[in-house]
C-alpha cells in the first residue's frame, strides 16, 4: 500500500508562488510515475502535472503550461509542483497521485494510490 502526505498549499496572492510536496511511503517510489490533479469547489478533478518514473519526461495541463513545473526526488520518496504566476483561477485541493506503472498517466483512472489533498487559494 502506497502512502502519499501533500504539503505546501495555503493561502497566496494573485500573481504569487507557491511549491507543493508529496511525500511517498512506497520503496518502489522510483519505479512509478506520479501525478498531480487538482479539484474546485463544484468542479470535476482535473489533470495538472505527471512525470515519469525517472523525472525525465513530463506532461503538464495546458491551463499551467509554462507557470507549473512538476519535479521528484528519488532519494527522498518526493514528487513537487512548483507552481508560478498564480491566478484566482488556480484556486483548488491539490492531490498528488501515484501508478502502478513507469510511463506518465494523463487521467485519474491511472492512479491507484492519492494523497488526502491541500488546499491552495489565491486571492486577487
Known amino acids: 500500500q502506497v502512502q502519499l502526505v501533500e504539503s505546501g498549499g495555503g493561502l497566496v496572492q494573485a500573481g504569487g508562488s507557491l511549491r507543493l510536496s508529496c511525500a511517498a511511503s512506497s520503496r518502489g517510489f522510483a519505479s512509478v510515475g506520479m501525478g498531480w490533479f487538482r479539484q474546485a469547489p463544484g468542479k470535476e478533478r482535473e489533470f495538472v502535472a505527471a512525470?515519469?518514473?525517472?523525472?525525465?519526461?513530463?506532461d503538464y495541463a495546458d491551463s499551467v503550461k509554462g507557470r507549473f513545473t512538476i519535479s521528484r526526488d528519488n532519494a527522498k520518496n518526493t514528487v513537487y509542483l512548483q507552481m508560478n504566476s498564480l491566478n484566482v483561477e488556480d484556486t483548488a485541493v491539490y492531490y498528488c497521485?501515484?501508478?502502478?506503472?513507469?510511463?506518465?498517466?494523463?487521467?485519474?483512472?491511472?492512479?491507484?494510490?492519492w494523497g488526502q489533498g491541500t488546499q491552495v487559494t489565491v486571492s486577487s
Open positions: 497521485a501515484a501508478r502502478n506503472y513507469y510511463g506518465l498517466g494523463l487521467r485519474a483512472d491511472d492512479y491507484p494510490y
Open positions: 512525470i515519469n518514473f525517472a523525472g525525465t519526461g513530463t
